[in-house]
């Protein structure tokens, strides 16, 4: 029985060597930031991205380009249409 207790792990305890580095309150979270981050900076490096945009108003359609400088990649097409 005594072997049992010396194999169970003791949870560890708040001492003067462990400190609080991050607290994160889930309750202030703005999503609506986070989305436009996300949207307007890079995947890879978090850099911000330039956008290029090309109309076709006969077919009432707006072509968006992303394009990271940083890292030099151009991402994936987005078409948009115009109302």
Do not use: R
Not at 12 to 21: L, Q, V
Not at 55 to 63: A, I, Q, R
């Amino acid at each position: 029985m005594e072997s049992q207790k010396k194999l169970d792990p003791q949870p560890p305890h708040e001492t003067e060597e462990s400190k609080i580095i991050a607290q994160i309150d889930f309750n202030n979270i703005d999503y609506k930031e986070m989305a436009l981050y996300a949207y307007n900076h890079c995947d890879l490096c978090g850099g911000p991205l330039e956008f290029f945009h090309v109309g076709n108003f006969m077919d009432l359609t707006m072509e968006e380009e992303k394009y990271c400088p940083t890292c030099n990649i151009h991402s994936d097409k987005t078409w948009h249409k115009i109302q």
